[in-house]
């Protein structure tokens, strides 16, 4: 029954009239119906999108439990900096300003140990040297006497938050310093603009101080007791992670699409693999903001407070100039012009040779620098790598004996099994791409080597510092 | 007699000692004057450090007055809301809290209206949403009896900052709501943590909203008023600068390093000039942010509220995959494979060709985005570089009368005119990298007409619906 109403709702009936255009036929009845409907639909359209979004919430969350922890920390820290307001003493000792201390949580708390401890020490010395500052710039103007006393401060705010707000975009200090002339401003304003108000001067510059290093201390234990998450950890895996996708995309893409389905026309297998070179193209901005995070952090796990992070990022700039040359490659692949077969046949062996080492000698890279020393088999991979070039450069050179030598020949491949000029050449420049993309890695090769030494050379030093106190290289390495 | 003594301090007297190794020789009165130049050399160091600095700065602030302008727009902001304090009425309205609107002046001035607008409108509703839902949560509280108070609040509190917290990560409310997410946890926690404290909620809550409206309104006043600088016409600039940089540097590259340098061996001239194309390669992120926050901007220039923003974002990623080629034309260029002068005489005038053209097509394409209307010479360009493609094709193809058959016959070149196949592979991967670029630039053309179509279609809406007040469409374009 139900479905005969449905079915008879998708019909309509229409009419022609006379000026040829035709008129839908409702049903008197439809006005009410066709208002419920339409609610009905906006109402079911909306709870789609309220469900997708919550699917999407989910899968998040699911994927990526850090995620979860990382908000529970937040309500934590909240609720324990709450205790300060409901703890009679501790409020009759920091007052109304208790506030200043859930607001620096709110402000400060950042999912990683670096990015936190970035923004708690800018905000601490910040707020301690604005604070002194505001109450030296009160006391001059009030010796200036009570006429111009308000023009003192406006004029010292006006010119100190300009010379701050300008110092935000000078890069050296933007990477290190940003959050602190923000709260430099806003801490001095504040503070010497209640000097004119509040007669306790100090009280208030010293409340707040105390506040803010109340909940900076607060966040700095809950974001490294409670599952920390460290920047300089995640630049780690992401760059071991970048490179093993780099390696993914380049041999199965190169194997599956571009050489299986190029040279011998098979499928493509799973697709999102071969596309990982993308997200090396993409990850420049996060790579930058770890790394600047991770200079905050203390040693942790295997990494040292001096840890050379700016090298993370040559590395990083390196696989990108190889990603850069996969990119190119895939234009190749899809190019019209596709090459012939006797062409791909000849190639197909050492291109495979040539993609699938210099994919094993990245694959070795991500485990040299997950393991952080040199690897004893990189050279070797590296020859290899080497080897099959110069197989690749020989098969090259023989190509000219499949040529032939005559344009307009084009008829006659089948009768002489010579193909024309013009069909090598999206072979050729795969290949020649490829030999880039090998020199590339070697440059990469030279990357990680210098990261390995440098660490290796920091350990030594630390080690030779700590040998004293034996036990706290072995704290450190808890 | 400086310059003596100096000369002295140059050198140093070594004894060899009897073990091998050598020790210097300080002339007895070292020390004091050993302390005083180590210091004087600190201090210089130190001076030179801080010059260099300020010259930095000074630099940045004459290449942009904009970020002068800038400071002193937060400046002046600052300084008007400090009358807020100074004036008594004021004062007495809007009580203590009268340094809400200072943080919120600090908070939330950004460099474009568009940032400014979307810290604006997060903040006022978040504050808003917060303030009502304490309020709520508040009383719900204090009817659960003053044992369970305390735990109703740090409950609620626990539950939405985590909410609130995981929310920031989901892409589409980072992109939107990411500063009103933390405002509200903000809000909701200190409001409902001084309702157990503070009598009058009421007034708290009413105290914080208007103060903060009144931060809000003039921070808006300040940057629309005030040589204001828009996001979206700071993206429309980029993505002008941007493919101007592409042209320049595939046009003047290839004309002076590659073809010149590739083709007839001459010197290349300006190199900065030449390396353009990495900026386009590195301001994805940027133009990322100013499209999100073009979004938020009302009506200005010659850009309306809905101007298709996410379509600059198309064309950048356009111009971003000719970029990829043109880094990887680079390394064709300086590859250690020389190509045959023959070779590369034969090919130099066709590649020169689709190099300009395609050049200047990509200018074109640049002054019809900045005209915002489609250019009536796009279509013949886009057909002169294919012409020269086909040129090219042609040339590539005749390439094969050069070609020496046998690859064992390398020493006849000159004998026979003939060069060996070798040595043609890297002109012909640069003539496929060249024909790729220009695939690339149609697919830019395509996007850029897209652009120009939405723009129209919007300007047409957009003029039909002021028809009945055409004032305000003349307004609106002032």
Redesign the interface.
Known sequence: MASGKELCEGVEWRIRVVDGSSEVLVPPTGLARKVWLRTKGLISGLGMKVRM?LK??WD??TNDPR??I???K???A??IV?LV??MRPL?DGVG?NA?WA??TV??VFEPTVGATLYKCLNRVCATCLAGFLAVGVHWIASQSGDRFE?FV??AS???L???A???R??P?VKSMFDYGA?IF??TF??VA??G??VDKLFDLAHQRISTIIIGTSLCILVIMLVCPIWSGQELHSLTVRNMDKLSDSLDGWFRSRCVRQYFTNSNGEDDQKLQGYKCVL?S??SEESMANFARWEPSHGRFNFRHPWKQYLKIGASMR?CA??I??LN??IN?ENQAAESIKKHLSTSCLKVSSSSSSAIKELAESVKKMNKSPTIDLLVEEMNSALEEL?ND??????L?????TAENQISATGLV???EI??V??L???LI?IS??IEALVGSVEELVKEIEMKDKIVAKEEKPEGTMKALQRV
Chains 1, 2 share one sequence.
Do not use: D, W
Not at 396 to 401: A, D, E, G, R, V
């Open positions: 979004f999407q919430a998040m969350g995620k979860v990382h908000c529970i937040v309500g934590l909240l609720t709450s307001y409901f409020y109304g506030m859930i607001m709110v402000v308000p401060v406006g705010i006006f010119i938050a300009s010379i707000t300008f110092s975009f000078i050296s923000m401003i806003l304003s504040i603009i209640s004119y108000r993409s420049k901005a100039s850069y040359c990119e190119a234009s190749c190019s450069h090259l050179k023989s190509l000219s004996h040529l032939n030598p005559s344009t024309p000029f013009t050449i999206p050729v420049t290949a020649s791409i880039e020199v590339r």
